[in-house]
């Protein structure tokens, strides 16, 4: 069966500081993978999808970035974290194809201070 | 621009009760849409799917019910349960883009 693996669980970071969140997907190939983030008592926002090695869409301009080295590994980053990086962070994946459910990891809380 | 809302932020029932959670979705080109759950703490957890060529799909204990003629997408689950507490989400899969959007989630709380 098919898992996904975040880490850390929960993060606290000093503004400015570097971050480097990681995702990884077990049992299953070629996956679609998507970064999420969630504020408190909020929905879910896109903010990066990739369809393979190396190809990163990126959904609304910020200050992090996403890379997939290995095509079950994404991660999302960033050079030097701002107060508004804090919340709760997604990695998902969904097989390829039309209408394919997405599936969650646990997440990262990640705090900024 | 298109959105996918809950009707009710917080829903709370009787334990064996059934529950009923309701989502409004605006655009007429999506079609596929999907239910989580998410508990405090974890990430969101796939319960049921339906795709826009059917109108209700059962799974163990809930049922979707699709009317796309009001855009409507509702989540039924029966003889509700303390461990069904948590917040759900409605999401629906843009044809054009593949992508899904989420609701703001309702939080359903199961009283004993």
């Not at chain 2, 204990?61 to 009317?67: D, G, H, I």
């Not at chain 2, 509702?74 to 759900?88: C, E, F, H, K, R």
């Amino acid at each position: 069966s098919q898992t996904i693996h975040q880490w850390p669980a929960t993060l606290v970071q000093p503004v400015g500081s570097p971050l480097s969140l990681e995702c990884t997907v077990e049992g299953t190939s070629n996956p679609n993978l998507y970064w999420y983030r969630q504020a408190a008592g909020r929905g879910l926002q896109l903010l990066f999808y990739s369809v393979g090695i190396g190809q990163i869409s990126s959904e609304v301009p910020q200050n992090l970035s996403a890379s997939r080295p290995q095509d079950r590994q994404f991660i999302l980053s960033s050079k030097k974290l701002l107060l508004s990086d804090s919340g709760f962070y997604l990695c998902a994946w969904s097989p390829r194809g039309s209408n394919q459910p997405q599936h969650f990891g646990d997440g990262t809380r990640l705090s900024i201070l | 621009g298109e959105s996918v809302g809950l009707h009710l932020p917080t829903l709370s029932v009787q334990e064996g009760d059934n529950s009923i959670i309701n989502c409004a979705y605006s655009n007429s080109a999506s079609d596929y849409f999907i239910w989580y759950k998410q508990e405090s703490g974890k990430g969101p957890q796939f319960i049921i799917d339906i795709r826009s060529n059917m109108n209700k799909r059962q799974g163990q204990r809930v049922t979707v019910l699709l009317n796309k003629t009001v855009k409507h997408l509702s989540l039924q689950i029966a003889a509700t349960q303390p461990g069904d507490s948590a917040v759900y989400f409605c999401a629906e899969n843009m044809r054009a883009t593949g992508k899904l959007i989420f609701g703001q989630g309702t939080t359903l709380q199961v009283k004993p």
